[in-house]
């Protein structure tokens, strides 16, 4: 949510600050503005809707000029999306202007304040107040005064600061929310995430929390808020640009599904030697894990669909209990957690505001947290006892798919690894669930093969208004994943139910033609569900069965079948999701969606 850039260097910064907002729009916004010192006066120019408007509004940069300036992409909380509201603000007298990342919780206060002295606000934002508190502060030391007003702020932040008085600094601040120093040749930048400077640079820093950068065109001192200068190690990002690229594809989402077989190897292979997972990264003994008498699962959206199937998973090999918990609940609601319960928290941004707050309430009761995160150094895995990073790569498209898989493949190694220290599976099993891992990747190509048969269903299919997804046990886990996927781009009403429960309610809905998704890949389970199938037939529906091929009975139960094949029962999802994938995909291009950002979603959700 809301996207940071900044430039400073000889270069005109206007059309890279635009690049780079490019580069951040998946992390939801609905308006976006630059600022930039053009040698005598700060130039603000703010745009509502999508940033072609912003473009548009500046020649694509070309009409404002300055080699030092900040931009935004803003996802509204406070104020509705509005030209005003947009960033970059200005304090009263425009001398300083500011770009914000998070939300300030005081900031009613400190505006009462402001006002009461005679400070005129012009928007709904909390971040305008920064802005004012600056100018209020400010006795000639822009850097004295930044660390003054954050003595004043609650709640969290990353900013971007630059004033007309001196064109040659930017000021940058993180707490909480991200912010990464890009490091170039006589030029410097500001960003909320890699791919918006990658094109310029790979050096970067990744600020901690409380730590301010001094962008300078010939270099970057970071300091404390003791204004002690703090040397930090400069990172080598080594992806390939083609990571952060559409490479060819038309969206971002079709190709993270097409990159699930080599994102699952890479996140599984470098955990397994000769034979045995190895999680170096966990510091757990196998005392500690005797220890606990809960396993306590942590996350938002798809990750708390994660979640769920290892519920499922753990509980079958570690005989321990097992709650999946969405964050934003969790973190209200007292919950029954101390030394004794393991806390896992699976997050694909490690940013995620409901999530590192659940994060927090675990390890305040005394719990250990393991995390499951994709992006390296984030705020979730600096607050973890342990992280597990899954190495999916840069995630784009707003709507998860191979961090979710990578996610799945965590936890099938988490429960394998802690199987055998605990001593509740056999070698033999060992075995076999470790081929069975090591052959996910290359049973995912095979379905993907078949993703034509896919795009024809979904043109059968993409006028339906209702679907519902049904399936038991694990098969349940995962409809709740294909039904979340389905509604969040092609805006198609869609629910999850198990199948048992059917016909406690939901049989009502079903009427001629009425779309259901039923998940029969859960072996022990499969006759139960051709009966929940029957059921819903006799009543109207129109049945797509998803089942491994070795199961061709459910072809004469339903009007349409997709085989995935065989896999042992825990590791299915992983296989079933990805016809799941490609269908919410086609059918939200059919209806000319915009697939890779869908309306008033964001990709890292940093508000509550
Ligand atoms: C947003 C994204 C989802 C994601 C969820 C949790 O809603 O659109 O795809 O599952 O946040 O995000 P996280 O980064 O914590 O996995």
Not at 395 to 416: F, H, R
Not at 489 to 511: D, R
Request: net charge negative; aromatic share 8%.
């Amino acid at each position: 949510m809301c996207g940071i850039v900044g430039y400073i260097g000889y270069e005109q910064a206007a059309p890279f600050l635009l690049k780079g907002l490019e580069k951040l729009e998946y992390r939801g916004y609905d308006s976006a503005g630059i600022c930039l010192n053009d040698g005598q006066k700060l130039v603000v120019r703010k745009a509502k809707g999508k940033l072609q408007e912003l473009k548009e509004l500046t020649g694509y940069g070309k009409n404002v000029s300055g080699t030092v300036g900040i931009g935004h992409t803003r996802w509204a909380t406070h104020g509705e999306p509005s030209d005003v509201n947009a960033h970059p603000h200005l304090s009263d007298s425009c001398r300083f202007a500011v770009v914000h990342n998070g939300i300030i919780e005081n900031y009613l206060q400190l505006k009462e304040y402001l006002t009461s002295k005679g400070m005129v606000f012009r928007s709904k934002t909390d971040t305008e107040v920064i802005a004012q508190l600056i100018e209020y502060y400010y006795h000639g030391d822009l850097i004295d005064t930044v660390i003054k007003v954050l003595s004043k702020l609650e709640g969290s932040y990353a900013l971007g600061v630059i004033s007309q008085e001196n064109p040659n600094e930017i000021i940058a601040v993180r707490k909480e929310s991200p912010l990464i120093i890009g490091l170039g040749e006589n030029e410097n930048y500001i960003a909320s995430d890699v791919p918006a400077i990658l094109a310029k640079t790979r050096r970067i820093y990744r600020l901690e929390n409380n730590e301010i950068a001094i962008l300078r065109r010939d270099g970057v001192k970071i300091i404390n808020t003791d204004r002690d200068e703090v040397h930090k190690q400069e990172e080598i990002i080594n992806w390939d640009i083609n990571a952060a690229e559409k490479g060819g594809y038309e969206h971002f989402m079709f190709k993270e599904i097409m990159e699930q077989p080599k994102a699952i190897r890479d996140t599984v292979t470098p955990r397994l030697k000769n034979g045995r997972v190895v999680l170096d990264e966990i510091s757990l003994t196998p005392e500690q894990l005797r220890s606990f008498r809960k396993i306590n699962i942590l996350a938002c959206g798809s990750a708390y669909h994660v979640g769920v199937v290892a519920k499922y998973v753990f509980e079958k090999l570690l005989r321990i209990p097992v709650e999946a918990d969405l964050a934003s609940e969790f973190r209200y609601r007292d919950p029954i957690v101390d030394e004794k319960t393991l806390t896992i928290v699976i997050s694909q941004s490690g940013e995620t505001a409901d999530t590192k707050e659940a994060l927090k309430e675990a390890k305040r009761r005394g719990s250990h947290v393991i995390s499951i995160v994709n992006v390296v150094g984030s705020a979730i895995a600096c607050e973890s006892d342990d992280v597990i990073y899954t190495w999916a790569g840069p995630e784009i498209a707003v709507a998860t798919t191979k961090a979710y898989s990578t996610q799945l493949a965590v936890v099938y190694l988490l429960a394998i690894h802690f199987a055998e220290l605990l001593g509740t599976i056999t070698e033999e099993d060992y075995q076999n669930y470790i081929g069975e891992l090591e052959a996910l990747p290359s049973k995912i190509e095979q379905i993907l093969q078949n993703e034509k048969q896919v795009q024809f269903l979904a043109s059968k299919l993409f006028h339906s208004k209702d679907v519902f997804f049904i399936g038991r046990n694990i098969d349940y886990a995962l409809s709740l994943e294909g039904s979340l996927k389905l509604k969040e781009i092609s805006y198609i009403h869609s629910e999850a139910y198990a199948a048992g429960e059917l016909k406690h309610g939901t049989i009502s809905l079903i009427e001629k033609g009425t779309l259901v998704i039923a998940l029969a890949t859960h072996e022990p389970l499969i006759a139960k569900t051709i009966s929940n199938i029957q059921e819903v037939q006799t009543r109207g529906a129109y049945v797509l069965c998803l089942a491994c091929e070795d199961h061709r009975e459910v072809e004469s139960v339903a009007q349409s079948t997709i085989f995935i094949p065989k896999a042992c029962d825990m590791m299915l999802p992983s296989l079933a999701v990805v016809p799941l994938q490609l269908f919410a995909y086609y059918v939200a291009s059919l209806k000319g969606c915009d697939i890779d950002k869908p309306r008033n979603l964001a990709k890292s959700v940093t508000v509550e």
